[in-house]
């Protein structure tokens, strides 16, 4: 009883619940509070870089489910993003379908792309598998240049998809900014999108994946089975950036090819690094810390040492580069200094004060 007033792990119930002690029931009330009033005290600016950063966690909650618990490395996810951002202008824009059905219709196109590029995880692994994935960014980047009809070639295309629920209409949300408005949907979304992976992870699918990850023989061998589980975790794993894709389209109002570079898989790899490879909550810390800084930095080029603005600027090193540089570095420097992420030193600082005064 003692043990678990202190928050510990006494029984297997406990473990499969989502919110197991007191603090933790305090601390989601917090963030609800938090995620109620944030829009109120923050500028439009910022709530901006939130919304990116929202959007970066639900591609981020997606690869993780796949890199970090099933051990499948992609570097498609730019591709997977990028047919969800093109699905909500078909479906949102061109259609006029509502924000939830062509929300949906983002996440099984991307679904069906990561069910198309999963069967290869079941014959490939490791560098290989990295190198198919890679090959799917540069046909999709020849896809999305081509296709003018959906895509609008390599000029982009605007996105007028409807974000409306009801009656709430999040794009002129009356006496509210279309920047307050976004910043509840978004992260409404993003709460969605943890409580699923949240509940993949700690149920028997979960499992499984875990075990596919750490010895994907010896889970075949209990009767684990591999091509459910693989291609499974592509299928979930693409449909979630398919809907980060498709959230990013309508926000933004317009995209083109350039959008869905290899530059953006890095990005969320560095996301999930950063953050914590096997967490929920690791993609969302990553998100808020490694999302926000492309947005930060162009914000404030300007004040930055030696960073290029323009053609006519002496700095010697573009905001472009400079964010591939970033990216870079905050991958090497994590696996090198801390493999588990953000993740872990919240988890060290959780652990620290649980055991308080007999920390160790």
């Known amino acids: 009883m003692r043990l678990r007033n202190l928050g510990m792990t006494t029984r297997y119930e406990h473990e499969l619940r989502l919110l197991r002690s007191r603090p933790a029931q305090l601390g989601a009330l917090a963030l609800l509070v938090l995620y109620a009033a944030t829009p109120m005290f923050l500028s439009d600016f910022w709530l901006s870089v939130l919304a990116y950063a929202g959007i970066s966690a639900i591609g981020a909650i997606g690869l993780n489910l796949l890199t970090g618990y099933t051990g499948q490395v992609s570097l ?42 999963g069967p290869f995880a079941l014959r490939l692994r490791g560098n290989y598998l990295v190198i198919i994935t890679l090959g799917l960014v540069f046909v999709g980047e020849h ?78 061998v209990i009767g684990v089975s591999l091509a459910r589980y693989k291609v499974g975790a592509f299928v979930i794993s693409s449909a979630l950036a398919a ?19 290899l530059f953006l898989s890095i990005q969320f790899i560095a996301i999930i690094i950063v953050g914590g490879l096997g967490t929920v909550f690791g993609a969302v810390l990553g998100a808020l810390f490694v999302g926000s800084l492309p947005r930060l930095i162009e914000e404030y080029s300007g ?58």
């Not at 730019?78 to 259609?95: E, K, M, V």
């Not at 296709?147 to 002129?172: C, M, Q």
Request: overall charge neutral; hydrophobic content about 50%.
């Open 76 to 117: 498609g996810h730019a591709t997977f993003i990028g047919a969800g951002a093109y699905a909500a202008g078909y479906f949102g824009g061109d259609l006029g379908l509502p924000l939830p059905l062509w929300l949906l219709l983002a996440a099984v196109a991307g679904g069906l792309l990561g069910a198309l590029v």
């Open 143 to 220: 896809v999305f240049s081509n296709w003018d009809g959906l895509t609008g070639g390599n000029a982009g295309r605007t996105i007028e998809a409807p974000v409306s629920l009801g009656f709430v209409d999040f794009d002129s949300l009356s006496g509210y900014t279309r920047e307050q408005s976004w910043f509840w949907l978004i992260w409404a979304l993003v709460a969605v999108a943890a409580l699923l992976a949240k509940n993949i992870v700690r149920s028997r699918p979960g499992r499984a994946m875990q075990a596919v990850r750490d010895r994907d023989v010896a889970a075949e």
């Open 303 to 360: 004040s930055i040492p030696g960073v290029s603005t323009g053609s006519g600027d002496e700095g010697f090193i573009t905001v472009f580069a400079l964010n591939q540089a970033i990216f870079g570095l905050l991958i090497v420097g994590f696996l090198v200094f801390e493999p588990r992420g953000l993740a872990a030193l919240w988890l060290r600082l959780k652990a620290y004060f649980k055991g308080w005064p007999f920390s160790y």
């Open 243 to 261: 809907v980060a894709g498709g959230l990013f389209g309508a926000y933004q109002q317009f995209v083109s090819p350039t959008d869905w570079s």
